[in-house]
């Protein structure tokens, strides 16, 4: 435990440990509400976007007031390795420290500690069905930015695993963008093949997930046109037949501003589908 604070008659926790998907320490945030003392509660997984760390969501989202009323346990895992350090690891914000884009690196040196997907998806529930009253059936995701690509790429590749799936301006067509470009050549390599297995633009034609997408976008965001191409996952959903459910808002940007004005509506989403 790095730290704990008290909120909204629960608690929100910072954890240091040592992972074996990434093997080098890592941290993760939770917030445990009130509810936790008493029985098992759903989990709703947040991923967050580029710079970000495990705290950014919890400080800036405003997320606890709800998950207190709907019994939700929220769970924020750091955005890349940070302790085990590599050569240009932060000579870069798009790329290295935090930004690991939720994938299986393939490239050296990035392959040995930034294996971010199986650390979200395997690692983390485990130890949190471990330590906590989480209710490992029912587990929903969400995140936003980058992060709003890893929580549609868990989401896409392994439908079994959660209940829900939402994102704020999510990279959603990372290998037609310049953030995706960059990170895909530097961590998977420049075969383009290969980066369809981490694209939910190209997933989605594969494998649908099975119950409704949540997509919030600001239109006021200054990385719409060239980073987030909403239109291309769009689009995708159209053909392969995969409930969207995509909303824009004028005026909104990219920021926690954003986020927190619409995070009610998200974790009621997730709720509705943990209950069940």
């Given amino acids: 435990c790095v730290a704990e604070n008290r909120c909204f008659a ?10 074996s998907a990434c093997q080098t320490p890592m941290r993760f ?3 445990l509400p009130p509810q936790a003392q008493k029985e098992r509660l759903p989990v709703l997984y947040y991923l967050a ?26 769970v924020a895992p750091d955005t890349s390795p940070r302790e085990a350090r ?17 994938l299986r690196a393939a490239q050296a040196p990035w ?5 971010m997907y199986d650390y979200v998806t395997e690692e983390l529930p485990a130890l949190l069905a471990q330590e906590f009253s989480v209710d490992a059936t029912r587990a929903s995701i969400m995140g936003h930015s980058m992060g709003g690509h890893g929580a549609l790429i868990c989401a896409l590749r392994e439908p079994q695993r959660y209940r829900s799936v939402s994102a704020f301006a999510p990279v959603s067509a990372p290998s ?26 190209r997933l989605v034609l594969r494998q649908r997930f099975p119950g409704e997408i949540l997509v919030d976008q600001g239109l006021a965001d200054p990385f719409l046109k060239e980073q987030l191409r909403p239109e291309i996952f769009s689009a ?24 927190s004005s619409f995070m009610e509506e998200h974790l009621r989403h997730h709720a509705a589908a943990l209950q069940v």
């Fill in 111 to 115: 392959q040995q500690h930034y294996q």
């Fill in 49 to 74: 976007g580029l710079t970000c760390t495990e705290e950014t969501f919890l400080i800036k989202a405003g997320a606890q007031r709800w998950a207190a009323e709907l019994g939700l346990i929220l």
């Fill in 10 to 19: 629960g608690s929100v926790t910072r954890f240091r440990h040592f992972s």
């Fill in 29 to 31: 945030a939770v917030y």
């Fill in 236 to 259: 995708a959903c159209a053909e392969a037949g995969q409930p969207l459910r995509y909303r824009e808002h004028a005026g909104y940007d990219h920021s926690y501003y954003f986020i």
């Fill in 176 to 201: 037609q963008v310049p953030w995706g470009e960059k990170a895909f050549s530097g961590y998977l390599g420049e075969n383009r093949q290969a980066w369809a297995e981490w694209d939910a633009s």
């Fill in 86 to 102: 590599l050569p240009g690891d932060d000579a870069h914000w798009d790329f290295g420290m935090g930004a690991g884009f939720y």
